[in-house]
C-alpha cells in the first residue's frame, strides 16, 4: 500500500469521535513501515494494552478503525486461527472489537474479529512474520492467493463496522 502519514491515519477513523482520533497513539516510526509489504497498516497502543488500530486503503480511500481488546480469558490462550491472515498461533490470537461507525457505534454496537495479537497479518502471508510465532497450517496456496484472502477478509470485517 502507499505510505501513510500521521495526518492521512487520523482523519480516516470511521469509528471513533474525532478528539479520540486526533488523539490516539499513531505509531512514531511511519516512515520505517515495510510499506510494500503492507495491505493494511496495525498497531497496538503501548501506552494501553487493550486499544488496537489499522489503516488500509478501501475503494481508493484510507479507512482506520480503532479497536479494543477486551480482558484475555485463559480459554483465549489455546491456540487460534486469526481470520484476516488464518495463521495460527498459541496466545498470539486476540479479539478485536470494533465499535461500528456512525449512530448503530454510539448507540453500543459493536463487531469483532480474531486477529494476530500483533496485527502483522500483511507480513505472516508474506513468510516475514516474527519467526517461532506464527505457524500454518499446510496448505496449497500461493502467497499471491493468501494475500488476496486476507484482503478479502479484511474488506469483509471493515464493511460489517461501516455496514
Ligand atoms: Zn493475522
Redesign the pocket.
Known sequence: MKPLTEQEIRTAFVNCTKGEAKRLAVPRDLAEQPWDDLDFLGWRDPQAPGRAYLATESDGRTVALALRLPATASWQLRRSM?S??M?THTGGVSLMVAAKAGRAGQQGNSVGAY??SDL??PL?VRGKGVEGVGARLPESLTVEEKIRRAVVNLAAFIAKVTA
Open positions: 486469526c484476516i491472515c495463521t486477529m494476530c502483522a497479518c505472516y
